[in-house]
């Protein structure tokens, strides 16, 4: 299946271990669609929680389209998430556990022109944590470079 990705929170990757994902459809305006289409979203600060059996997204940054001919919404407004009972279930059980998180981890357009966003639960990374990914991310990047310049 063919996607187009808008935005994706590379710092997710870096701060989180991602146990699981999920894919969620979300409620949006007019002209908060075609923001998306343009890539004016920020996902850094961006986080979802489980109320009264629904799922919202919070702190997700959409800029409001410069040519919308009507008043645009609030850039941070509280969005809702489209996912199925059975998996609302599921993250509320995952969600009680302690360290645990819900965060967008990138926003995409499907074949059908319907955008969704992927979420992740995520476990806190330590800092030493941090630091043996990155220090294994450089020794990676090392051992490609010298099979390149072999060949």
């Not at 935005?7 to 699981?20: E, L, T």
């Not at 800092?127 to 010298?146: G, P, S, V």
Request: glycine share 6%.
């Amino acid at each position: 299946m063919a996607q187009k990705i808008v935005a994706k929170n590379k710092k997710a990757f870096h701060d989180y271990h991602i146990d699981q994902t999920f894919e969620a459809g979300m409620v949006l305006n007019g002209p908060e669609v075609k923001s998306l289409r343009a890539g004016k979203v920020n996902l850094r600060d961006g986080y979802a929680q489980v109320k009264d059996g629904e799922v919202f997204l919070y702190n997700v940054h959409i800029s409001p389209y410069s040519f919308a001919t009507h008043v645009s919404p609030d850039p941070l407004r509280v969005r809702k998430l489209l996912l199925n009972r059975q998996e609302i279930r599921k993250l509320i059980g995952k969600l009680h556990e302690k360290g645990i998180a819900l965060i967008p981890l990138k926003i995409y357009f499907i074949e059908n022109g319907k955008a969704k966003v992927e979420l992740g639960l995520a476990r806190g990374k330590k800092l030493y944590d941090k630091r043996a990914a990155l220090k294994e991310k450089q020794t990676n990047r090392e051992i490609e470079r010298d099979m390149r310049n072999k060949m």
